[in-house]
């Protein structure tokens, strides 16, 4: 009995305190994660605010010159420099982001209510209207997104709400398709079915039972095509084909200073670096919303 007692604590006896330690990092990792989530969908929330409050945050009027052409980032006040034309970059830059981050959400909200409607349509009837509904939609995806947007806004001409058009229409067809295969899959479930049995109209099926069960999804993409969007409008803009000049927008900015890069090449790389922020904070933020529906269901 005594040499039991005083035998060391080895094999099966130890694993408990072994698989508590390896809970305790798993719990860990896991807070770390969430704090990093939180952390990334707050810079999205941060960054919306400074595109709404940009007119107040701009220190200088973002079309005429306040100073000497081409000044380096912290000359004489300009945190970021001057433009060719003696323009404060940092106004520039913040009316810039305004417009093409704002927009793009508006594009983004746009394309999802278009393509949640559609996509609810069809899932929910299936049969011939869902056939009519996914041969436009495949037709819409079949046609290279960024030249139909491109073709759009040089036939409608320059300016803000053209360019949301052009954008818009060449959206709504993935959330349709995505939004599609989430009802497809709702509508075969038992309690959807005994619902409809019991006689319950479709318009209550699809409020209490469809609609709660494909948001979820239809957020997480439209988080993560934020950036995307921002791409395309940066793109369109850089062509010629966004606000006419003298209106401060990322892409035209860059396009128009190229001619500096040499001579002054904070001109047109720093708002082309704003897009690539835009579109990373985007990205990063869709992928911490994503992590957080995840772990709430």
Same mark, same amino acid.
């Given at each position: 009995?005594? /040499?039991?007692?005083?035998?060391?604590?080895?094999g099966p006896a130890i694993r408990p305190r072994w698989r508590v330690t390896?809970?305790?990092?798993?719990?860990?990792?896991?807070?770390?994660?969430a704090v990093l989530d939180w952390f990334l969908i707050g810079l999205l %929330?941060?960054?919306?605010?400074?595109?709404?409050?940009?007119?107040?945050?701009?220190?200088?009027?973002?079309?005429?010159?306040?100073?000497?052409?081409?000044?380096?980032?912290?000359? #004489?006040?300009?945190?970021?420099?001057?433009?060719?034309?003696? =323009?404060?970059?940092?106004?520039?830059?913040?009316?810039?982001?305004? @417009? +093409?981050?704002?927009?793009?959400?508006?594009?983004?909200? @746009?394309?999802?209510?278009?393509?949640?409607? %559609?996509?609810?349509?069809?899932?929910?009837?299936?049969?011939?209207?869902?056939?009519?509904?996914?041969?436009?939609?495949?037709?819409?995806?079949?046609?290279?997104?960024?030249?139909?947007?491109?073709?759009?806004?040089?036939?409608?001409? $320059?300016?803000?709400?053209?360019?949301?058009?052009?954008?818009?229409?060449?959206?709504?067809?993935?959330?349709?398709?995505? &939004? =599609?295969?989430? &009802?497809?899959?709702?509508?075969?479930?038992?309690?959807? /079915?005994?619902? =409809?049995?019991?006689?319950?109209?479709?318009?209550? &099926?699809?409020?209490?039972?469809?609609?709660?069960?494909?948001?979820?999804?239809?957020? &997480?993409?439209? +988080?993560?095509?934020?950036?995307?969007?921002?791409?395309?409008?940066? !793109?369109? +803009?850089?062509?010629?084909?966004?606000?006419?000049?003298?209106?401060? /927008?990322?892409?035209?900015?860059?396009?128009?200073?190229?001619? #500096?890069?040499?001579?002054?090449?904070?001109?047109?790389?720093?708002?082309?670096?704003?897009?690539?922020?835009?579109?990373?904070? !985007?990205?990063?933020?869709?992928?911490? %919303?994503?992590?957080?529906?995840? $772990?709430?269901?």
């Amino acid at each position: 009995m005594a /040499e039991t007692a005083n035998a060391p604590l080895t094999g099966p006896a130890i694993r408990p305190r072994w698989r508590v330690t390896q809970l305790r990092r798993a719990g860990s990792r896991t807070h770390r994660g969430a704090v990093l989530d939180w952390f990334l969908i707050g810079l999205l %929330v941060l960054m919306t605010l400074v595109a709404l409050a940009a007119p107040l945050l701009a220190p200088d009027d973002p079309i005429q010159p306040v100073g000497m052409m081409k000044l380096p980032p912290g000359s #004489e006040g300009h945190l970021l420099g001057t433009d060719s034309i003696g =323009r404060d970059a940092l106004s520039r830059i913040l009316l810039g982001l305004r @417009t +093409s981050w704002l927009l793009s959400i508006v594009v983004t909200a @746009t394309g999802l209510v278009i393509g949640t409607i %559609v996509g609810l349509v069809a899932g929910m009837f299936g049969g011939w209207v869902d056939t009519l509904l996914m041969r436009l939609t495949d037709i819409f995806l079949a046609l290279p997104s960024m030249l139909v947007a491109v073709a759009v806004a040089a036939a409608l001409g $320059n300016g803000l709400f053209n360019t949301f058009l052009a954008v818009s229409v060449v959206w709504w067809p993935y959330y349709a398709r995505i &939004i =599609r295969g989430e &009802i497809r899959a709702l509508v075969a479930r038992p309690h959807v /079915e005994a619902a =409809r049995m019991a006689g319950v109209g479709w318009l209550r &099926i699809m409020r209490k039972h469809l609609l709660p069960g494909a948001v979820p999804t239809a957020i &997480i993409t439209a +988080s993560l095509d934020i950036g995307n969007v921002v791409l395309v409008l940066a !793109s369109l +803009s850089f062509l010629g084909l966004g606000q006419p000049a003298p209106a401060p /927008e990322l892409g035209a900015d860059t396009s128009r200073e190229m001619a #500096e890069i040499l001579d002054a090449w904070w001109v047109p790389v720093i708002p082309g670096a704003v897009v690539m922020l835009l579109n990373l904070i !985007s990205n990063l933020a869709g992928d911490a %919303v994503r992590n957080r529906l995840a $772990n709430r269901r």
